[in-house]
């Protein structure tokens, strides 16, 4: 007998984190993540690099990621993989995997927008968890390393930037922050962890004055540089001393910014259905802001788990559940961009 169950391979690999997923009907099976530790020690992604790790990565988690699930190869429906945006090294190798896998198995291909993937991750169904999604339409402030934006989600295909960055994005401005007070790569969990032990309201910078509801921080990012640069000058261990506040200061000023954008979307467009998504979503301080919020405005809250904020082939796989579902397939001939929109 054939089994009709609807099964997802997904691939991610747009930056330094190799995974693989398998989702059957929408539910999770498998999440099988391989982290890059090399680019620690040059505090930052360096691309040549994470494309070779890639390649000595992708088999060995795809294989884990189907030996989890508990399936065989042949039960797979489709094989969803992100074409972008991300380090077009590191896309090269989950797009030729993806083709090669496809080709193989006589299966559909499906690209994934990479961000789509980020918003769509609050759709994943677990096993014996309450399965609580957003309705639709939905706010979804959608905040990670590359991009900072507020968008419009009307159902699970169709999506409509807001408001967004135009210059860095909050995760950005987190790393190079922390980088230049001498904190490991990425930055922005260890800014997190300090923030707690640290005054907000210590230190003042910068907040810009953007029209609508875009998005900079490249000023705030300069200003920092320079508050460091005329403090040391007067304390040269005025980094160390302070290192707690620094941190919460800057991280209630990111959070002041991303959040007042946030509001005045919700006040709009009259949508109190709120979610967020990305990498900074993780961020303790931005969480904790945001369900204070959502209580003073009445807004309807939906945060994402932890493991499906980072890079991850859930969000890769569940989106490729619904693009399946409507039939949206690729060719061979697909290739990957570096950059691009929803």
């Known amino acids: 007998m054939t089994d009709r169950r609807i099964t997802i391979l997904g691939i991610e690999s747009s930056c330094d984190d190799t995974s693989a997923a398998i989702i059957r009907d929408g539910e999770i099976m498998s999440n099988v993540v391989a982290n890059q530790k090399v680019h620690e020690e040059y505090g930052g992604v360096v691309p040549e690099l994470a494309s070779r790790a890639h390649q000595q990565n992708i088999i060995p988690v795809v294989e884990l990621a189907i030996k989890k699930a508990g399936i065989s190869r042949n ?12 380090l077009l090294g590191s896309l090269l190798v989950g797009t030729s995997f993806a083709k090669g896998f496809s080709l193989a198995s006589g299966i559909p291909l499906i690209d994934v927008n ?3 993937g980020h918003v769509l991750a609050l759709f994943i169904k ?15 402030l959608l905040v990670s390393g590359g991009n900072s934006q507020i968008i419009i989600v009307r159902n699970h295909l169709e999506m409509e930037i807001i408001g967004q960055t135009i210059d860095d994005a909050a995760g950005e401005a987190f790393d190079k922050c922390a980088k230049v007070m001498g904190l490991p790569y990425p930055g922005g969990p260890y800014v997190d962890k300090l923030a707690k032990e640290g005054d907000p ?13 875009d998005y900079s921080f490249s000023g705030l990012k300069t200003n920092f540089l320079y508050f460091l640069r005329d403090n040391i000058k007067k304390n040269e261990n005025f980094i160390e001393e302070n290192k707690t506040d620094l941190c919460a200061s800057l991280q209630h000023t990111i ?26 979503s993780a961020n303790s301080g931005l969480r904790n802001a945001l369900k204070e919020n959502a209580e003073k ?3 309807n809250l939906i945060i994402p788990k932890f493991e ?4 991850n082939a859930a969000m890769i796989a ?25």
């Open 75 to 86: 039960e797979i429906s489709a094989v969803a993989f992100t074409r972008g945006p991300g």
């Open 114 to 116: 990479h961000l789509q």
């Open 126 to 140: 677990e096993k014996e968890i309450e399965y609580n999604p957003p309705k639709f339409p939905f706010l979804c």
């Open 201 to 213: 309201l210590k230190f003042e910078f910068s907040r810009p004055r953007i029209p609508g509801l």
């Open 255 to 280: 959070i002041e910014i991303l959040l007042g954008k946030l509001k005045r979307a919700a006040k709009e467009t009259g949508i109190k259905e709120i979610t967020i998504a990305g990498g900074v």
């Open 297 to 299: 405005y009445c807004w």
């Open 308 to 311: 499906y904020t980072m890079d």
């Open 318 to 342: 569940i989106t490729g559940y619904y693009k399946y579902l409507n039939k949206e397939f690729v060719g061979q001939n697909t290739v990957p961009f570096a950059r691009t929109q929803l």
